[in-house]
């Protein structure tokens, strides 16, 4: 089973259509055609990506990507459990990230999981110093 959690970047970058967009759309074309790929994206990280169309364009056109979300092959993941919860509290007080990077780092860790990503100033040193699979899209 091939899994992946996306981190907000990555969903904001593949319907912005930026560099390395290419990259996330194999990986939902995967998803689909493919029964043993699974991507997964905690709803934080959703919120993420949520609040970045509202303040880019719109509440309109941030419901409307909601909506598209859920049509796509991606897992929302609605619950923060014990072991996700640890983990990225742990991740967070070690390496003074965001909240909503260390949630989505934990998830992958928890689900053996790559992270998609391109925050290199976020998560360069811990692929470096833990246990993480990362997939850079840029």
Known sequence: MNAFVLDACALIAYFAKENGAEIIKEIFERAIDNKDTIIFMHKINLLEVYYDVIKTYNEQEAQRMLEIVAEMPIKIIHELN???FKRAGLLKSKYRISLADSIALA????RSARLISSDHHEFDII???EQVAIQWFR
């Open 82 to 84: 014990d072991v996700v």
């Open 127 to 129: 692929e470096k110093q």
């Open 107 to 110: 998830e992958s860790t928890t």
